[in-house]
């Protein structure tokens, strides 16, 4: 199977167009969108096909239906981030005990309905996202 690298069209051989070039005429896999045919593998979750060296085995769609708090949290865990911090509080509190009092928060924040940007946040880190949906496969 093959699939459009841009508009996700899918075609069971390679299409062969011939385009005059003014210099004679070559075959090519282009699709009429302007992208390309490639080898294509499916999504393992829903079985749509997504282009073989896709970054995820996982197409976009599902990567983003299945972004929960937990997802986001476990994304955050491969991109720490450094802060400055009061200096009293540093010293009362580990980095660890730290983690866990904001995930309190965030939690509580989550239970009022308040707004989280987590989709956003895992949606800028794909690779990241694609690594920890796939782990739950
Ligand atoms: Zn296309
Ligand atoms: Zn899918």
């Not at 075609?11 to 167009?17: F, I, Q, R, T, V």
């Not at 003014?22 to 075959?27: A, N």
């Not at 708090?69 to 865990?77: H, K, N």
């Amino acid at each position: 199977m093959f699939v459009c690298n841009n508009c996700g069209d899918t075609a069971d051989e390679l299409p062969e167009y011939t385009k005059d070039y003014g210099f004679g005429c070559i075959c090519d896999t282009e699709c009429y969108c302007g992208g390309n045919f490639v080898d294509a593998k499916q999504c393992e979750f829903c079985g749509k096909w997504i282009p073989q060296d896709n970054y995820s085995s996982v197409c976009d769609e599902c990567l983003e239906e299945n972004i929960t708090l937990e997802t986001a949290i476990s994304v955050g865990g491969q991109n720490y981030e450094y802060v400055v911090i009061n200096g009293y509080l540093a010293s009362e509190f580990t980095a660890e005990e730290i983690e866990t009092i904001l995930r309190r928060e965030l939690e509580e924040a989550e239970k009022l309905n308040k707004k989280l940007n987590y989709k956003k946040y895992c949606l800028e880190k794909k690779q990241d996202l694609a690594n920890e949906i796939e782990k739950e496969l």
